[in-house]
């Protein structure tokens, strides 16, 4: 399909069958014939990254067998080969044509009968290295031979045994392999290409797979991607091209399922942050400070909707959750982290989860992910909240225990209780501090007590409505007053209770008690000049309120600014 492809704009045409770019283009010792290429020959054009069209004919040589065979080879970078061999009818291997040398056999052979033109369509991504020189990533290749997909986001771990040049962070030259087989090329052309900026594009791994990737209709696929890109959010379209409306990630709770400094990130240089994301980067137009500024106020606004809970990691959790993730199902979008993989464009990219998410908050995001994302692809795979945990841990990995911003003191009990009982009257297992009402402090599932104080600010003389939502049984206590009561043994519920409160710090206390089942605790509460909204941000560790931060802690820490706040929601 694509013999005699024409150079897009912007294309090196190192070969189009004239003398002019034969003498430009080729070092000294190539050949041509007529108005052919001989193999044998290295271009003078050094290329990182790139595209390439290249048209070959093999010789017909009926008395030779195996690599004597019309033999040559497109070295990418001088260092990579895709081997070119007669292997009309062969199996398909990696010395045979189409195979990358060494590595990987073709996933179908396409080779024609000698003496027919055939076609080399890849995509070349480089090695990187890093300042030291030291390789972080290797190679990657895409091949399709004679317009059919045979290699798709290959990696190249090693070069090829007989490759003129050495691996290093320098470009390097197309090279045609002499094996003393009369391989005749034309049409060669090399697009450079800029692998960081396409890695920073929207990632559709349906398109990639099912349109991208394989012989499609073009319009159909076209209008997949209006739909999933939600272009028609901005732009007016007629109803054939708007497609399924895709709804938009509900923010309501943010604040309770992601880093802030996350935020601050993401909205600055969303591509950056998350690879892939479909949202468009809608502060680019701004100069940078202003972006920064804008980015931190948006964040601050949306980081006041709630309060991440910090969970340390649990290895043995982990391990479980390893083996969950490449059994129930995780795989078929995601590349797995052990043994095979799958191509970067057609996988669904994780992104550094431990940046954005805690591994609690992660644990409720897998147990219900379209809660957060109506439009997501992604079903539910956890058959219940500890698998959720199990896999929450293998994704984020080791981390500190310590909580960011702590803003309460905890004790936790073991025990069994139908209701919530006296704490002060009961030896604890463990003492702390925590940022949020973490559910695995008590270090078991079930049969469990937690007793949470911290001191609440008020800002405005006022009747305040507490919503108190447990499972299984809580009480909430505001200067030594019960407030709210949601006790007893029941799946989430939410009780609501009021109290006048003045300007100040006030006592507060919650107690909670677990016996099995699932285990939730959640506070929020509502007054003049604010809706709803989760009770963390406003209750602080101790009576004098949040402690005074260091030049290096202000810049490490995240605290919520009412400034910051009120602009971002503006």
Request: proline letters at 8%; a negative charge.
């Amino acid at each position: 399909p694509t013999l005699g492809a024409k150079p897009p704009e912007g294309a090196v045409v190192l070969f189009d069958g004239t003398e002019p770019t034969f003498k430009k283009h080729w070092r000294d010792g190539a050949r041509i014939s007529g108005n052919m290429l001989e193999q044998g020959a290295t271009s003078v054009d050094l290329f990182r990254d790139f595209s390439i069209h290249l048209e070959f004919r093999l010789p017909y040589m009926p008395h030779a067998r195996g690599q004597g065979r019309g033999n040559s080879g497109l070295y990418y970078q001088g260092r990579f080969e895709t081997q070119v061999l007669d292997s009309f009818g062969l199996e398909g291997k990696d010395n045979e044509c189409g195979g990358i040398y060494s590595i990987k056999n073709p996933d179908l052979n396409m080779c024609l009968p000698p003496l027919v033109w055939q076609t080399y369509d890849a995509e070349f991504t480089a090695a990187r290295f890093n300042d030291d020189g030291k390789k972080i990533a290797n190679a990657r290749v895409t091949v399709r031979h004679n317009g059919v997909l045979i290699h798709e986001d290959v990696e190249l771990p090693q070069i090829t045994t007989a490759a003129p040049n050495q691996e290093s962070p320098e470009p390097g030259p197309i090279y045609l392999q002499d094996h003393g087989n009369p391989v005749r090329y034309r049409n060669i052309w090399v697009l450079p290409r800029d692998a960081e900026k396409e890695a920073r594009r929207p990632a559709i791994p349906q398109f990639e797979r099912f349109f991208a990737s394989t012989p499609s209709d073009n319009a159909v696929g076209g209008r997949f991607l209006l739909s999933e890109l939600n272009c028609a959010a901005c732009h007016a379209a007629t109803p054939r091209l708007t497609g399924v409306p895709r709804p938009a990630p509900i923010l309501d709770d943010v604040g309770q399922r992601v880093h802030p400094e996350w935020l601050v990130s993401y909205l600055t240089d969303p591509h950056a942050t998350k690879p892939g994301t479909v949202m468009p980067d809608l502060l680019r137009h701004l100069p940078e400070a202003e972006r920064k500024s804008t980015a931190l106020a948006l964040a601050h606004f949306l980081a006041s909707t709630g309060t991440l809970v910090e969970r340390g990691s649990d290895p043995q959790s982990a391990e479980r959750g390893q083996k969950l993730f490449h059994e129930i199902g995780c795989v078929a979008c995601h590349a797995p982290r052990i043994g095979a993989s799958l191509p970067a464009k057609s996988a669904v990219p994780l992104g550094e989860l431990a940046d954005k998410y805690s591994i609690a908050s992660l644990a409720v995001f897998l147990e219900n992910p379209q809660h957060a994302r109506p439009a997501g692809r992604m079903p539910r795979l956890v058959q219940n909240s500890q698998e959720a945990l199990d896999l929450a841990n293998y994704l984020i990995g080791a981390i500190d225990v310590t909580p960011k911003n702590p803003n309460m003191k905890f004790t936790a009990f073991h025990g069994s209780w139908d209701r919530v009982p006296d704490f002060s009257e009961i030896k604890p297992v463990k003492r702390g501090q925590t940022a949020g009402f973490d559910m695995g402090l008590a270090g078991r599932g079930n049969n469990f007590g937690l007793r949470f104080e911290g001191f609440l600010k008020i800002d405005r003389a006022a009747e305040y409505l507490f919503h108190l939502g447990s499972d299984d049984g809580s009480l909430l206590f505001i200067d030594g007053v019960k407030v709210a009561d949601s006790d007893g043994v029941h799946p989430h519920t939410i009780n609501t209770g009021k109290k006048k409160l003045a300007v100040g710090m006030h006592q507060l206390r919650v107690d909670f008690a677990q016996v099995g089942g699932e285990a939730s605790l959640a506070l929020e509460f509502e007054g003049p000049g604010f809706v709803r909204q989760d009770v963390n941000r406003s209750i602080f560790l101790t009576e004098s309120g949040p402690p005074p931060l260091s030049a290096e802690d202000e810049a490490r820490q995240f605290r919520l600014q009412p400034a910051l706040v009120a602009k971002g929601r503006a």
